[in-house]
Nanobody, 123 residues
Framework: QVQLVESGGGSVQAGGSLRLSCAAS????????MGWFRQTPGREREGVAA???????FYADSVKGRFTIAEDNAKNTMYLQMDSLKSEDTAMYYC?????????????????WGQGTQVTISS
């Protein structure tokens, strides 16, 4: 089992930055993929960024050039640096992990989820 805990959400003005963190515990040495999804009311959860243990890194087109996903293996922590934030980035952001699959196409690729952290961007 893998447990994930997000932190770092908050409210900032458009153009600002935030850094989200996701601390993983449990069988972290078996994790193949970690990523970030986001969701707004009434909409499906959408993939934002992810990386796998083969060195692959994936970004949604809407965040390329603005968001950066990174990890600190020593701390079992994943980060999402979000710059040049826009009002449309407002959402609940979820950390996700899986032992086998990776990608941003569907939340069904991930078996482990955090509780979410709210990001609100004001214009």
């Amino acid at each position: 089992q893998v447990q994930l805990v997000e932190s770092g959400g908050g409210s900032v003005q458009a153009g600002g930055s935030l850094r989200l963190s996701c601390a993983a515990s449990g069988v972290t040495d078996r994790i193949y993929c970690m990523g970030w999804f986001r969701q707004t009311p009434g909409r499906e959860r959408e993939g934002v960024a992810a990386f796998d243990r083969n060195g692959g890194t994936f970004y949604a087109d809407s965040v390329k050039g603005r968001f950066t996903i990174a990890e600190d293996n020593a701390k079992n922590t994943m980060y999402l640096q979000m710059d040049s934030l826009k009002s449309e980035d407002t959402a609940m952001y979820y950390c996700a992990a899986d032992l086998v699959l990776c990608g941003l196409e569907s939340e069904s690729l991930f078996n482990y989820w955090g509780q979410g952290t709210q990001v609100t961007i004001s214009s």
